[in-house]
């Protein structure tokens, strides 16, 4: 979802139903690509969210603490 936000655009287009999302990101491990995301900080952010291993991903606490500290500072 933050991916969206931040892009405007669907994560992944060419796919038409929930369970091919799943597919493609739990099973192939594919990501979107963060190019069209300005800050970089931002982008740091996403990858770190989106980290294979779910005991390395990012709490949602520390996301929204990244998210409130990107928008406070630009």
């Known amino acids: 979802v933050l991916y969206e936000v931040l892009t405007m655009e669907k994560a992944f287009p060419f796919l ?4 091919q999302v799943k597919r493609i990101i739990a099973d192939a491990k594919v ?3 963060v190019n069209l995301i300005v800050s970089r900080d931002l982008r740091n952010l996403l990858r770190r969210s989106w980290h294979h291993e779910a005991g390395m991903r990012l709490s949602f ?3 929204v603490s990244q ?3 990107e928008v406070h500072y630009t």
């Open 67 to 69: 998210l409130e500290a």
């Open 31 to 33: 990501r979107p690509s």
């Open 16 to 19: 038409k139903y929930p369970g």
């Open 61 to 63: 606490g520390k996301i």
